[in-house]
Structure formats: C-alpha cells, structure tokens
C-alpha cells in the first residue's frame, strides 16, 4: 500500500531564501505525482504535476522533481515571499488504484516572515 | 468561471441527523471525487465517479452514499451523522487521471 510522507511537518524561513520540501513514498509504481497548496479555510490548488516519464516541472519560481527509483520528489522554491506561506501537500497517483484515487502526504506548513 | 462550487460552506448537524452535500463544476470533466479531510489523518478518498452514471468506493466509503446526478453535479449523503463524521468535505474532478485535480473550497462539517 502506497504511503507518502512529508518532512518535515512545519518549516519557517526569512523571505528572500530558496527553499526544498520533501516527500517521500514507498511504492514507485506511480503514474504521476502532484503538489498542492492549501491556504487556511480554502481548498488545494494544483502546483505541479509530474508525469512518471518526467524528471521535473517548473512554474515560475516554483521547480519539482521525481526520482522513482529513490522514491523522492522536491518542492523547490526560489526567492521565497511572505505570499507563499502555506500548507504544501504532495499526492501519488498509482496504477492498479481507484482511479484518479491519490494518496496525499499530511503537507508541510511553510511560513515565510517578512 | 466558478470551477467547483461546493454547498454549504458550513453546516452543524446533531447525531442520527442526515443532510447532503453538494458539488457541481462548471470545468466539464468527466471524473469527480469527494474527500474528507481529517488533522493528522491527511486527505482520504470517500468515494468517486469516473464518469456520469457510475460511482465506486474509495478508502472509507462507510456511512456515506453519493449520485452523481449528471455531468456536472455529483453529491454526498450522510444518512445518520455521527460524531465520527465531524470533518472538511472536499470535492475534486479532473478531465482524465493524468491531468490535474482541481479543488473546490470545502464544507466544514460539525456533528455533535
């Protein structure tokens, strides 16, 4: 059963600093893996998604990455703002579930201070 | 361009009590799913349906049935709440499994 971790849980870091977040899962027979932002009260917004034939995507500020084989995906934030403080989850997406049924990590709550 | 419009945003209900929660998109895709949100559990999958006319159990389908009465709409039902049910309900929907999942706000639920 496919398990996905995030570490650590909370992270606070001085605006203007690049920043990595973690995650982790155990069964690399994934088809995709996605971030997510949660804002207090709202529901998740998509970031990136990473198809398993991918290395990584890009956004902006914002640089994911996937290594099966290790069972690994980075978050990367560049230049990091106040704006960007909120709950980032990551989701595993793998063949032979329910369809589309991701497996969500608890997130990494970011807290960036002016 | 609304994308996923959940209904009520809040709601209390008194055990034994039932009440449906409803979700429609505007973003016409196929597939739609509900999760609930739990502190330190993480968001797990109720149930989901990956077309009109069909639905399937997720992780903890129990005290919870669904329709999803078109395209666009597909709602929750909670027969006799119990405590056990005080959660954030969140519905979801994407085009196809590769692509991404798209959030609606949520329904934060009380069953006291």
């Known amino acids: 059963k496919q398990e996905v971790t995030q570490i650590p849980a909370a992270l606070s870091v001085p605006e203007g600093e690049n920043l990595v977040l973690n995650c982790s899962f155990t069964d690399s027979a994934i088809y995709n893996l996605q971030w997510f932002r949660q804002d207090p009260g709202k529901g998740l917004t998509s970031l990136l998604l990473i198809q398993s034939s991918q290395r990584e995507q890009t956004s902006g500020r914002l640089n994911a990455s996937l290594d099966k084989s290790s069972g690994r995906s980075t978050l990367y934030i560049a230049a990091s703002q106040p704006g960007d403080s909120a709950t980032y989850l990551c989701?595993?997406?793998?063949?032979?579930?329910?369809?589309?049924?991701?497996?969500f990590g608890k997130g990494t709550k970011l807290s960036v201070k002016p | 361009n609304a994308g996923v419009t959940q209904t009520p945003k809040f709601q209390v209900l008194k055990t034994g009590q039932s009440m449906t929660l409803q979700c429609a998109q505007d973003m016409n895709h196929n597939s739609m799913y509900w999760y609930r949100q739990d502190p330190g559990m993480g968001l797990r999958l109720i149930y989901y349906s990956a077309s009109e006319g069909t639905t399937d159990k997720g992780e903890v389908p129990n005290g919870y049935n669904v329709s999803r009465l078109n395209k666009r709409e597909f709602s929750l039902r909670l027969e006799s709440a119990a405590p056990s049910q005080t959660s954030v309900y969140f519905c979801?929907?994407?085009?196809?499994?590769?692509?991404?999942?798209?959030f609606g706000n949520g329904t934060r639920l009380t069953v006291t």
């Open positions: 979801a929907t994407h085009r196809e499994s590769k692509s991404p999942l798209h």
């Open positions: 989701a595993a997406a793998n063949y032979g579930g329910s369809q589309g049924n991701l497996i």
